[in-house]
Each structure stands twice: as structure tokens, then as C-alpha cells.
């Protein structure tokens, strides 16, 4: 009697067994996920409930995408791969400087309404993207993830001493200058005899020192934090090293709480159960600009994930083909439209995630399906998101520059195994790519010379660094298609 052999993508294996491996997925991403929604929510100056909104319509539509990617949807949605889809860091830039142009509920709209834009454009384009694979080598590819780790490190540094606008700057308005403006503005209100009133859109200059920037009771404990992930990375073995950012946060976390820092009356005034409501910010606003912009970044995204699927494929000996490819990127255009309205971000498969099937071994889908269900559960937990926008940013900021770095170190990686020796065109890629992508970081102001529609465009380091790597390497190398050179990009990226 024969029997038909089961793949070990397709293996169902013990409840116990499955739960503890999908709850180590989901370990291994969180800080991850929930670093997005904290950056994104702080740029728009939201106020903590409605950070906390964020971080759980985060966890919740990571599960329902990665449920769609790992078991699949219909013929068109789902890799069917042991795949954990969350938010990508690739989109941040972008998203902060739309939400630093927009700040508040408008602001959300508006992000919310290009996310939508870029999740149904890219669903449509993924057939064509999945061949597109030609225009981004490891060239391409390395140079932009580098240019996004070395463009979110201001976001690390900045959480460690405070941020460049607002209550932690470096210099704070004068008590004097504000009370006297706002004399002035009342006067001139009520039309006093000889007082002129003061021109619209006038405002005050930071002019003195912040007393709160860089306090050296907040750099300690970013210390700690950076200290205990590397001594955990450093000492401990498998798993325990593998959520070494997560254990850091933690023992940071512990650390302010002792010290002061951090509270807990949000936590406790949060409710034990809520449901995460679509258009929570109201209906969403649809800038052409913005679609485009989020539309790039998410060719950017699919390409890489194309790189991570097929790195995927060769790990769990299941051979990756052009229709298979295509289901996988329509459910990164699908996990974004559903995150734009769910009031959450860009998705794709996490990296990290694909570096963990590669260290333990399990190939089984039906593990990456646990930890989908996991976090559609926390996701509906707001005592869980309120307790991590509770953390101060001191503590992020100590595991912010391990988890930025390690972006950068990726990218890096990938540019290790590109051959500089028989085309030195190459360093010529990168080399001018870094640069221009370094513009809005060094130069922040050269936007004022541009024309305003554009804006959206060229604020983002990350997405000048890729529109000048693709054109660079097609003029020096042409678009040779080398799907080798990209598996070997991905198990490059997934090395840890």
C-alpha cells in the first residue's frame, strides 16, 4: 500500500509544537513591528491612545497578512511558504516626511490614503514587477536597504537625546519671547489704538537651551539596553539569542520603570479587549504624489521580497515558478490595502523570519499560520499596545541602533558579494547612489528651490538612492537578468 509523501512545507505538526514555534516567529519580529507604528505615530504627533490604535491595527493585520501569504487565498493571493509578513522599514522614511509635512489626523489621512493608492497599484503590477527582477541586482538592491538602515538611524539617535522639533529639541522657545507674542497677537486682535497686528504665519525661533536634550540619565539607559543586547547576543544560544532586541527592550524597560521614567496608568486605563475599526481616522485623502512615492517604495519592497522567495524556495526545496512568485507579491500589495484600511502600514515578508526557518530547520507553513493567529490576538489586546507606546524613547533608542544598524549591515551584506573586481562600475553604483541618497539627511533645505509637487519625491533619501542605483546600473550594466546572483543576495541578507 503506498502512501503519498507530504512535503515539509505542508507538514502539520503537534498543536504544542506549533504554538511554540509560531510564538518564536512572532518573538522574533515584534519589536520589529511595533517599531514602525511608534516612529510613524510620533512624526504625526499623535496623541498615546491613538499610538497605541496604531500599534495594534499593526499586530492585527500582520497575523491576517501573514495568514494570507503562509495558507493562501483563492488562485491569485499566497506563496504558501513559512513566511511572516509585517511592516517595511523601507517605507518609513517616506512616511515621516509626509507625516512631518502633515502632522495630526489629516496627516493620517493623507499617509493612510497613499498606502491605499500603492497597496491596489502594486496588486495590479505584480505579475510585471516578478519579471522586473532584472533592473535590481545585488548592486541595486544592497545600495538601497544600506541608504534606508543609515537614513533610519537618525530615527535611533534622535529617540536616545531627543528630537530636532518639539518638547526635547536642542534649544526651546524663550518664556519671555512667547508671553510677549501673545500679547501682541490679543492687542492687535482687539484692534488697540497704535498697535499694529502681527502678520500672519509669524512665528517664534528656538533660541534657548533645552534643559531635557541629551540628559544624561536617558543616554544610561539607552546604554543598558544596547549593553544587555549585545551581552545577550554575545552569551546566550538559539532562541534566546535570536530575540536579543525583544530581551533588551524588556530589561530597558524594567530599568525606567525603576528609575521613574516609565508608568504604567496607561496601561491600566486601556481596555482588556477592543476591536480594530477601519478608518479610524476618518476617510482616507488620495494625493497623486504621495501614491506614486508609496508606489516606489513598494517596487522596492516587491523586488526584495522576490530575492527572500526565491532564497526561500532553495531553503525548503520547493522549486519557486512565475504564477507561484506573482500570488506572493499580490499579497504584498494586498496586505498593504488592507493595512491602509486598518489604519496600519506597508507589508512585506520579514526577512529575519526567512533567516529563522534557515536556523531551526522547520520548514512546515502551518508554523508561520500559528504565529499569524498569535498576533491577530495581540492585536486585540490594547493593554499590550499601550504598554509598549509606554516605553520611553530612551529605551527604543538603545535597540533602535542595533535594529537601524542591522539594516544597514544587511545592505552592506548584499554589497559584499558584488563583484568590484572585474567591474569596477560597480563601486561607481554605489559610491554615487550613497550620495545622492544622503542629500535630504545632510541638506534637508535644498527642497526650497524645487517645485512643491515634487517634494514628495525627493525628501525621501531612500527613494532618490534607488531612482539613481536603478539608472546607474542600467547604464553601466544594462538589465541582465541573474536570478543566481539574487537567491545568493537574499541568503547573504538572512546571514546572521
Known amino acids: 500500500m503506498s502512501t503519498t509523501a507530504v512535503h515539509p512545507v505542508d507538514e502539520r505538526l503537534p498543536t504544542g509544537k506549533l504554538t511554540a514555534l509560531g510564538l518564536q516567529h ?3 519580529m515584534y519589536a520589529g513591528a511595533v517599531a514602525v507604528p511608534l ?27 501573514t495568514l494570507i501569504q503562509a495558507l493562501g487565498a483563492t488562485q491569485w493571493f499566497g506563496i504558501r511558504l513559512p513566511v511572516m509578513m509585517g511592516v517595511t522599514f523601507a517605507a518609513v522614511g517616506p512616511m515621516v516626511a509626509i507625516a512631518n509635512g502633515n502632522p495630526g489626523t489629516d496627516g493620517a489621512r493623507m499617509l493612510f490614503g497613499a498606502i491605499i493608492g500603492a497597496g491596489i497599484i502594486s496588486i495590479l503590477i505584480a505579475p510585471v514587477v516578478s519579471r522586473m527582477l532584472r533592473f535590481f541586482p545585488p548592486v541595486v538592491t544592497g545600495t538601497i536597504i544600506a541608504v534606508i538602515g543609515i537614513n533610519l538611524m537618525r530615527v535611533g539617535i534622535n529617540w536616545i537625546f531627543g528630537n530636532p522639533v518639539g518638547p526635547t529639541a536642542p534649544l526651546t522657545f524663550s518664556p519671555e519671547h512667547t508671553e510677549w507674542l501673545s500679547t501682541m497677537r490679543s492687542a492687535g486682535a482687539t484692534g488697540q489704538p497704535g498697535v499694529l497686528p502681527v502678520p500672519q504665519g509669524l512665528t517664534l525661533a528656538p533660541t534657548v537651551p533645552n534643559p531635557n536634550y541629551a540628559k544624561l540619565s536617558g543616554v544610561a539607559v539607552s546604554a543598558i539596553v544596547l549593553a544587555s543586547i549585545l551581552l545577550i547576543a554575545k552569551f546566550a544560544k538559539g532562541f534566546i539569542a535570536n530575540i536579543s532586541v525583544l530581551l533588551g527592550i524588556v530589561i530597558g524597560g524594567i530599568v525606567a520603570t525603576a528609575t521613574g521614567m516609565m508608568n504604567f496608568d496607561k496601561v491600566g486605563k486601556a481596555a482588556w479587549f477592543d476591536v480594530v475599526t477601519p478608518f479610524h481616522f476618518g476617510t482616507p485623502i488620495f494625493d497623486p504624489v504621495m501614491i506614486l512615492t508609496m508606489t516606489l517604495i513598494m517596487i522596492v519592497v516587491m523586488i526584495e521580497s522576490t530575492g527572500m522567495f526565491l532564497a526561500l524556495g532553495e531553503m525548503t526545496d520547493r522549486r519557486i515558478d512565475q504564477p507561484m512568485l506573482s500570488r506572493g507579491l499580490r499579497t504584498d500589495g494586498l496586505g498593504t490595502l488592507i493595512g491602509g484600511i486598518f489604519n496600519t502600514f506597508p507589508y512585506t515578508s520579514f ?11 522547520v520548514k512546515s507553513r502551518f508554523v508561520c499560520v500559528a504565529g499569524g493567529l498569535i498576533l491577530i490576538v495581540l492585536g486585540l489586546l ?78 525621501s533619501g531612500i527613494v532618490l538612492a534607488s531612482i539613481a542605483a536603478v539608472l546607474l546600473n542600467l547604464f553601466f550594466n544594462g538589465a541582465r537578468a541573474d536570478t543566481e546572483a539574487s537567491i545568493r543576495a537574499a541568503r547573504q541578507a538572512e546571514a546572521h
Not at 526577512?351 to 530547520?361: D, I, K, M, W, Y
Not at 567591474?423 to 541638506?443: E, K, T
Open 26 to 28: 512572532v518573538l522574533v
Open 39 to 65: 516612529i510613524v505615530g510620533r512624526a504625526l504627533k499623535l496623541g498615546p491612545q491613538e499610538v497605541a490604535f496604531l500599534i495594534s491595527a499593526d499586530l492585527f493585520c500582520c497575523g491576517i497578512a
Open 351 to 361: 526577512s529575519q523570519n526567512v533567516g529563522l526557518v534557515a536556523v531551526t530547520g
Open 382 to 459: 490594547p493593554k499590550m499596545a499601550a504598554l509598549v507606546e509606554s516605553l520611553p524613547t530612551v529605551v527604543l533608542g538603545g535597540a533602535g541602533i542595533v535594529m537601524f544598524g542591522m539594516v544597514a549591515a544587511t545592505g552592506i551584506r548584499i554589497l559584499g558579494g558584488v563583484d568590484y573586481t572585474h567591474n569596477r562600475n560597480n563601486a561607481l553604483i554605489v559610491a554615487i547612489s550613497i550620495g545622492v541618497g544622503m542629500i535630504p539627511l545632510v541638506a534637508p533645505r535644498y527642497l526650497q528651490w524645487m517645485p512643491h509637487a515634487i517634494h514628495p519625491l525627493i525628501e
